[in-house]
């Protein structure tokens, strides 16, 4: 059984930065590409970033320059480093797995999800 479970959330003021950092176990960690999504009150989930097994990466304009995400195979975990943050940050930031040979960005081509973690930035 596959568990996904984020960590590292909490409240920051603007211009703070927090860790997320995200588990994943019951499955072949360093085959799945893995990525981090979004979502505000009253918006849809969107994508933040993401990272292939070769390290290859890619972000969401909103984020670029600011979150950096890395992977750690030997941990089963992937991380999100977020500085500069914003009020508009402000969301429950998800971990999601997708069993696939590029990156992708897409929340429907990802095969795993967690629960949430929720990141509050005051201004």
């Known amino acids: 059984q596959v568990h996904v479970v984020e960590s590292g959330g909490g409240l920051v003021q603007a211009g703070g930065s927090l860790r997320l950092s995200c588990a994943a176990s019951?499955?072949?960690?360093?085959?799945?590409?893995m990525g981090w999504f979004r979502q505000a009150p009253g918006k849809e989930r969107e994508f933040v970033a993401a990272?292939?097994?070769?390290?290859?990466?890619t972000y969401a304009d909103a984020v670029k320059g600011r979150f950096t995400i890395s992977r750690d195979n030997a941990k089963n975990t992937v991380y999100l480093q977020m500085n500069s943050l914003k009020p508009e940050d402000t969301a429950v930031y998800y971990c999601?797995?997708?069993?696939?040979?590029?990156?992708?960005?897409?929340?429907?081509?990802?095969?795993?999800w967690g629960q949430g973690t929720q990141v509050t930035v005051s201004s």
């Open positions: 019951g499955l072949t960690f360093s085959a799945y590409v």
């Open positions: 999601a797995a997708a069993f696939k040979s590029r990156v992708v960005t897409t929340s429907n081509e990802y095969d795993y």
């Open positions: 990272i292939g097994w070769k390290n290859a990466s």
